[in-house]
T-cell receptor, first 115, second 110 residues
Framework: KAGVTQTPRYLIKTRGQQVTLSCSPI?????VSWYQQTPGQGLQFLFE???????NKGNFPGRFSGRQFSNSRSEMNVSTLELGDSALYLC??????????????FGQGTRLTVV | ELKVEQNPLFLSMQEGKNYTIYCNYS?????LYWYRQDPGKSLESLFV???NGAVKQEGRLMASLDTKARLSTLHITAAVHDLSATYFC??????????WGAGTKLIIKP
């Protein structure tokens, strides 16, 4: 069973540019969440999508956006990049049953460096 | 609002010793997770604890959950160097958001 796939693995961008990251969840998983991890702030929730709908959003500026496609693949976009956006971006997929989510499985992450 | 607190945040120990990492959470959550992260790597799921009194073991690691005390523990027995990593606990809140502890950086010295 294939795991969660994130592309690209590494990315270097300059300030002001925009970036799109991609996440393919485990087959059958319809819930996809995105997290930002930095040494100073730890793991911070960005947003969660389920069946193409954003269910929840963390406390990030509007420059951070995402979407989910009908095949459950998800993308997140960061516009007007700032140096502080340098981080490891992690995508997690999980199987929602009823009103709860099961275990979250993480991709390898995308290491974004903004210069 | 669910809050998850881990302690200690940093732990340096000798091989062969035992130690416990604690995870407290502030409101009811129906399941508790432990993850491991190696430097520069992603998060690897270790344990899923679903009910009060749940205990799971994998090798030298054992996790338990006390929902009444809102406490989970990760116990390391006879630590070996390969267990050096950062360990996180997490729980789902009512908005389908995983709330994370700050992580415990574990260094095991030979």
């Amino acid at each position: 069973k294939a795991g969660v796939t994130q592309t690209p693995r590494y990315l270097i961008k300059t300030r002001g540019q925009q970036v799109t990251l991609s996440c393919s969840p485990i087959s059958g998983h319809r819930s996809v969440s995105w997290y930002q991890q930095t040494p100073g702030q730890g793991l911070q929730f960005l947003f969660e999508y389920f069946s193409e709908t954003q269910r929840n959003k963390g406390n990030f500026p509007g420059r951070f956006s995402g979407r989910q496609f009908s095949n459950s693949r998800s993308e997140m976009n960061v516009s007007t990049l700032e140096l502080g956006d340098s981080a490891l971006y992690l995508c997690a997929s999980s199987l929602r049953t009823g009103l709860t989510n099961t275990e979250a499985f993480f991709g390898q992450g995308t290491r974004l460096t903004v210069v | 609002e669910l809050k998850v607190e881990q302690n200690p945040l940093f732990l340096s120990m000798q091989e062969g010793k035992n130690y416990t990492i604690y995870c407290n959470y502030s409101t009811t959550s129906d399941r508790l997770y432990w993850y491991r992260q190696d430097p520069g790597k992603s998060l690897e799921s270790l344990f899923v604890l679903l009910s009060n009194g749940a205990v799971k073991q994998e090798g030298r690691l054992m996790a338990s959950l006390d929902t009444k005390a809102r406490l989970s523990t990760l116990h390391i027995t006879a630590a070996v160097h390969d267990l050096s990593a950062t360990y996180f606990c997490a729980a789902w809140d009512s908005n389908y958001q995983l709330i994370w502890g700050a992580g415990t950086k574990l260094i095991i010295k030979p």
